[in-house]
C-alpha cells in the first residue's frame, strides 16, 4: 500500500536516501505485507550523521543555550508532537500493530509529556559547591556527554524515542538514532517535528536500518561519546563489545525480563480485580513488552479460583485490526514472533503443562500475525516457558505454598526488570517488595512507575544507568570538578 510518510534517512536536517540507495521493507503485521521500503543506512550514512552531531555539538549553539533557551524549544516540540497525534499514533499502530487506542492514549501522551517533563526539569537542576576551607573553591558541575546514540525498540517507538531523546537533548547533547527496521515511521517524523520546532539541524538525526550495520556503526563510532540501547541481552553484549574495541564510551542497557507476579493468599484480596491486573501485565501490548508479568506465581489455597478468574479476564480481550477502537491486542510484529510464541506453547504442553485459555493463531484468512491470549496451567518453574523471555501474549501460573517460597521462585531468574506483589498484609507487602531483586516492585497493582520514577533492571535486564526520572539525566551528562585556589 501507499502511505503519507517520510522514509528517507534524516541527517543533518534533511531527509536522505541511503548513500548506496539500498533500503529495506517494513511490514503492516496487520495484514503481513510489505507497508514501505525505508533507507537501509550503511557505515557511510551512520558516519555522516555521527559527524553532523558532532559538528552541531562542537561549534553550534544547542549546547551553548542556556537551559531555559533549551526549554523554550522542547516545549514547542513538545507541542508539535501533541498537535500531530493523530498522525503519530496512526503510524504506530499500522507499522507496529499496536492497537490504536494504546497509541493514542497511551503512547503518543507518554512521549509528549516525556519531552514536557525534561524541558520543565533542565532549568532547575543545580551545579554543587563542595565545602571547602577558605582557601579554595571545589565546584561540581554538570556539562552535556556530548554526541550520543540511541538504538530503539519496535514494542514501543515513539515513548522509548522520547524516554532517550527528552534528557539528551535536554542536556545539551546531540543525539544520532537508529530506530527500529521493524517499525522506523514516527521515529523518521518526530525527526521533522524536531527541526520545525527550531532544534538545530545536526542536533537529532535518524539513521534506518539493520542492526547489525548501521547499530554496528553507532557502536563502534569513536565519535559517540555515550549509547543507550532497549532490546535483547544478546544485542546488549555486542553494544559492550562494541565500546571495549572503539573508544570506551558509556553504555547504557535496558535488555528485558520475566517478570514474577506474585498473589498471597490474604483474606479478603479482590481476586477478580488482581486476575484483572494480571491480564493487563501479561498481555498489554500482545506481551511483546520487557515488563510483560508472563510468570504469575500463585499461592496454592487460591489457585483454582485465580486461574477461573484470570481466564475470565483473558476471554474479555479482543483480539483484531490494530484500527479497529475495540481491539485489544494487534498482531504480533512479525511471523516469526507468532511461530516463537507457539513453540513455546507446545513445548510447554509437551513437559506437563495445560493450557487453561488460548494458544492458537486467530484470524489467519487476514494474513496478519495474530496469536489468542494464552494463559498456562501447572506450569513447573523449571520450563523453559518460566524462565525464558517468550516476547508474545503467553503467561504461566506457578503455585507456590510459603511467602520464602515464592521469594525463591521470583528471584531464581537471570532477569530482574520488575515485578508485581498483590497482599493486603502491610508488613508482608514491604519485607516482600524488599526481598524481591527488580527494578521496579509493584504492589497491589501492575505498574512501571511514572516518568518522575527511574526505570532499568537487576542482573541481565539492565546496566549503566536507567531511563525516566532525573537519574536520566546522568547517563547524558559528565560530571566535571573545578578547583580554584584563591591563593594566587
Not at 88 to 99: E, F, H, R, S, V
Request: proline share 5%; net charge negative; with cysteine.
Amino acid at each position: 500500500m501507499s502511505i503519507d510518510a517520510s522514509t528517507g534517512a534524516f541527517i543533518d536536517g534533511s531527509l536522505t536516501d541511503a548513500r548506496d540507495g539500498r533500503t529495506i521493507e517494513t511490514f503492516e503485521p496487520g495484514k503481513g505485507t510489505v507497508l514501505a521500503n525505508v533507507a537501509d543506512c550503511g557505515e557511510a550514512d551512520v558516519e555522516r550523521a555521527v559527524r553532523s552531531a558532532r559538528k552541531a555539538f562542537d561549534t553550534g549553539p544547542w549546547a551553548r543555550m542556556s537551559p531555559q533557551e533549551r526549554k523554550a524549544i522542547l516545549l514547542k516540540y513538545a507541542q508539535l508532537v501533541q498537535d500531530d497525534l493523530t498522525n503519530l499514533a496512526w503510524l504506530d499502530a499500522i507499522n507496529a500493530g499496536k492497537p490504536i487506542t494504546d497509541c493514542e492514549e497511551g503512547d503518543v501522551p507518554d512521549a509528549i509529556n516525556t519531552l514536557r517533563w525534561y524541558a520543565e526539569v533542565i532549568d532547575k537542576i543545580y551545579d554543587r559547591l563542595s565545602p571547602t576551607d577558605r582557601s579554595t573553591v571545589a565546584m561540581i558541575v554538570r556539562e552535556p556527554i556530548g554526541v550520543v546514540g540511541a538504538v530503539l525498540p519496535w514494542n514501543f517507538p515513539i515513548s522509548t524515542l522520547a524516554w532517550k531523546l527528552g534528557p539528551a537533548l535536554a542536556t545539551g547533547s546531540s543525539i544520532v538514532v537508529k530506530p527500529p527496521e521493524q517499525a522506523p515511521l514516527s521515529t523518521i517524523r518526530m525527526a521533522e517535528l524536531a527541526l520545525e520546532a527550531g532544534i538545530p539541524a545536526g542536533v537529532f538525526n535518524v539513521v534506518p536500518g539493520r542492526g547489525e550495520v548501521a547499530g554496528r556503526a553507532i557502536g563502534m563510532s569513536p565519535l559517540v561519546n555515550a549509547v543507550s540501547f532497549t532490546g535483547s541481552t544478546e544485542v546488549g553484549r555486542e553494544f559492550l563489545r562494541y565500546s571495549a574495541d572503539s573508544n570506551l564510551k558509556e553504555v547504557v542497557l535496558e535488555c528485558g525480563g520475566k517478570s514474577p507476579q506474585i498473589v498471597m493468599a490474604n483474606p479478603g484480596l479482590d481476586l477478580e480485580y488482581v486476575a484483572g491486573q494480571l491480564a493487563q501485565a501479561a498481555f498489554w501490548n500482545n506481551g511483546q513488552n520487557c515488563t510483560a508479568g508472563s510468570r504469575i506465581l500463585v499461592q496454592s489455597g487460591i489457585r483454582n479460583e485465580l486461574v477461573g478468574a484470570l481466564v475470565a479476564a483473558t476471554a474479555d480481550l479482543k483480539v483484531g485490526d490494530p484500527l479497529d477502537r475495540a481491539t485489544r491486542l494487534g498482531p504480533l510484529i512479525e511471523l516469526s514472533a507468532l511461530e516463537r510464541s507457539l513453540r513455546y506453547v507446545r513445548e510447554a504442553s509437551q513437559a506437563g503443562a495445560s493450557v487453561a485459555y488460548g494458544g492458537q493463531r486467530a484470524l489467519e484468512e487476514t494474513g496478519g500475525w495474530y496469536l489468542t491470549p494464552t494463559v498456562l496451567d501447572n506450569v513447573t518453574p523449571d520450563m523453559a516457558v518460566a524462565r525464558e523471555e517468550i516476547f508474545g501474549p503467553v503467561t504461566s501460573v506457578i503455585t507456590f505454598d510459603t511467602e520464602e517460597q515464592a521469594i525463591a521462585i521470583a528471584n531464581d531468574s537471570t532477569y530482574g526488570l520488575a515485578a508485581s506483589l498483590f497482599t493486603r498484609d502491610l508488613d508482608q507487602a514491604h519485607r516482600m517488595a524488599r526481598a524481591v531483586r527488580a527494578g521496579t516492585v509493584a504492589v497491589n497493582c501492575y505498574s512501571e512507575g511514572d516518568i518522575g520514577t527511574p526505570f532499568g533492571g537487576y542482573n541481565q535486564s539492565g546496566f549503566g544507568g536507567r531511563d525516566k526520572g532525573l537519574e536520566a539525566l546522568d547517563q547524558y551528562s559528565e560530571k566535571k570538578t573545578i578547583w580554584i585556589s584563591l591563593n594566587s
